[in-house]
């Protein structure tokens, strides 16, 4: 392929949550644009069915057994990412989970679940990658939220919280190394056909999302990917701050 149709060649991306769904598509879309490639998340069957896809079709792959709420194992994903990838130009925060439920009657459980995931573990992986690409002078770090990060919803009102958390964090930083050649995306999707309504713990909440998905056409987690390949394939002058994608029958 020649270096138009693989604008990221030279480039180290670090994905979280590369599982399934966004995280593995992104790692995918990465890895296709010519980018080396360190995978991240808890399930190591599924990495490394994953690596060795990613392998076949050349491209240079580093497994790490990573769980986000565990800052020293963000640091150290960080840290193996840039000794055997030999740096770090692309972040993508993609881990996450969404337990919707109602607050009245809620298993406390589950939100503890969802602001150590989605806000904390976020946290962790910027904090450990953020400084390396200050001092490089360069860097993307892209961080999937959520519609729910912009329209509070009844039933879904912790899992609000934490995106509506993750957008504050994003603008936070970006104000604050955006003068220094790091820029920070945040792509916010509205449904997509992923696997994160199957852990939802409240039955009713379960069930609802399962109607919503089944009365439109939602995303797939390949479209996704394409919105953070834009993010981070632009001129280096170019910072593309905020994506908000929704299905075309999602109302809000």
């Given amino acids: 392929m020649t270096e138009r149709s693989q604008p990221l060649t030279g480039k180290v991306a670090l994905v979280t949550g590369a599982s399934s769904g966004i995280g593995a598509a992104t790692a995918i879309a990465l890895a296709e644009a010519g980018a080396a490639v360190a995978i ?38 960080v840290a193996r990412t840039r000794e055997e990838l030999g740096g770090l130009d692309v972040l993508v925060n993609n881990a996450g989970v969404m337990l919707l ?34 001092a490089q002078g360069s860097g993307d770090i892209v961080n999937i939220s959520s519609v729910a990060g912009r329209t509070a919803r009844k039933g879904a009102g912790v899992y609000n919280a934490s995106k509506w958390a993750v957008n504050a964090f994003s603008e936070s930083l970006r104000q604050e190394v955006t003068g220094r050649g790091v820029r920070i995306g945040l792509v916010e999707p509205g449904a997509v056909a992923t696997e994160l309504t199957s852990h939802i713990t409240q039955p009713d909440a379960k069930a609802a999302a399962a109607r919503t998905a089944a009365d439109m056409r939602t995303l797939q987690a390949e479209d996704i990917a394409r919105a953070v390949l834009y993010l981070v394939t632009q001129p280096p002058h170019v910072a593309v701050n905020e994506v908000l994608v929704r299905p075309t029958d999602q109302e809000r």
Avoid: F, K
């Fill in 40 to 77: 991240g998340a808890r399930r190591r069957d599924r990495l490394d069915a994953l690596s060795a896809t990613l392998s076949d079709r050349g491209a240079r792959v580093v497994t790490l057994d990573l769980d986000v709420t565990d800052e020293q194992a963000c640091t150290s994903a």
């Fill in 101 to 134: 439920g109602t607050i009245v009657g809620a298993d406390t459980d589950d939100w503890r679940r969802m602001i150590s995931t989605n806000v904390l573990g976020l946290m962790y992986t910027t904090h450990a990658a953020i400084d390396g690409m200050v």
